[in-house]
């Protein structure tokens, strides 16, 4: 499973992103056609996020109607700290984890995501072990292959570089 070189970032599929999509009307067929494009041009890396618009959905739709095994998608945790706070319990870590990956799976209509990414640098740094711990779990159930974080800032990458676990390290 190796990662092209380029990756790209799908955020912009179905919602303003970047300094050349300014609107968010992208038509479905403009956006199979960037991954088709980008397929042709030897770029099977997909970045993806429920956070991004319905970029998940696109991007399961268009690998259902296309045979294209060789993509390799990497998706995203939506912020848990951001929408629950910091005093949640280990149960509801794990739970909130394994829903987010199972809704991805469903959106992407695949039975894995090859590398699964904490978004928010903040999870890490508040949850730690229990979220790589229930990041793990998913990957024992074959759920996922990998996990990575995005990072912001150097101190949260010298943290994640010392979390052998996190095999793919994101500077958005």
């Given at each position: 499973?190796?990662?092209?070189?380029?990756t790209?970032?799908?955020?912009?599929?179905t919602?303003?992103?970047?300094?050349?999509?300014?609107?968010?009307n992208?038509s479905d067929?403009?956006?199979?056609s960037?991954?088709?494009?980008?397929?042709?041009n030897?770029?099977?890396?997909?970045?993806?996020?429920?956070?991004?618009g319905?970029?998940?959905?696109?991007?399961?739709?268009?690998?259902?109607n296309?045979?294209?095994?060789?993509?390799?998608?990497?998706?995203?945790?939506?912020?848990?700290?951001?929408?629950?706070?910091?005093?949640?319990?280990?149960?509801?870590?794990?739970?909130?984890?394994?829903?987010?990956?199972?809704?991805?799976?469903?959106?992407?209509?695949?039975?894995?995501?090859?590398?699964?990414?904490?978004h928010?640098e903040?999870?890490?740094?508040t949850?730690?072990?229990?979220?790589?711990d229930?990041?793990?779990?998913?990957?024992?159930?074959?759920?996922?292959?990998?996990?990575?974080?995005?990072?912001?800032?150097?101190?949260?990458?010298?943290?994640?570089?010392?979390e052998?676990?996190?095999?793919?390290?994101q500077?958005?």
């Amino acid at each position: 499973m190796n990662i092209t070189p380029i990756t790209l970032g799908t955020a912009q599929l179905t919602m303003p992103y970047g300094i050349a999509n300014s609107h968010s009307n992208v038509s479905d067929e403009s956006a199979f056609s960037l991954l088709e494009n980008a397929l042709v041009n030897g770029i099977n890396t997909w970045d993806t996020s429920p956070t991004y618009g319905k970029s998940e959905k696109i991007i399961g739709d268009f690998l259902k109607n296309n045979n294209h095994p060789e993509e390799i998608i990497c998706s995203k945790l939506p912020s848990i700290i951001k929408q629950y706070g910091k005093n949640i319990s280990k149960d509801a870590i794990k739970n909130i984890v394994s829903k987010n990956i199972d809704n991805s799976l469903s959106s992407l209509q695949r039975e894995k995501i090859e590398y699964y990414l904490i978004h928010d640098e903040n999870d890490f740094i508040t949850y730690g072990e229990t979220l790589i711990d229930a990041l793990n779990e998913n990957i024992n159930k074959g759920k996922i292959i990998s996990i990575g974080i995005s990072v912001y800032t150097p101190e949260v990458t010298d943290l994640a570089i010392q979390e052998k676990m996190l095999e793919l390290i994101q500077f958005p």
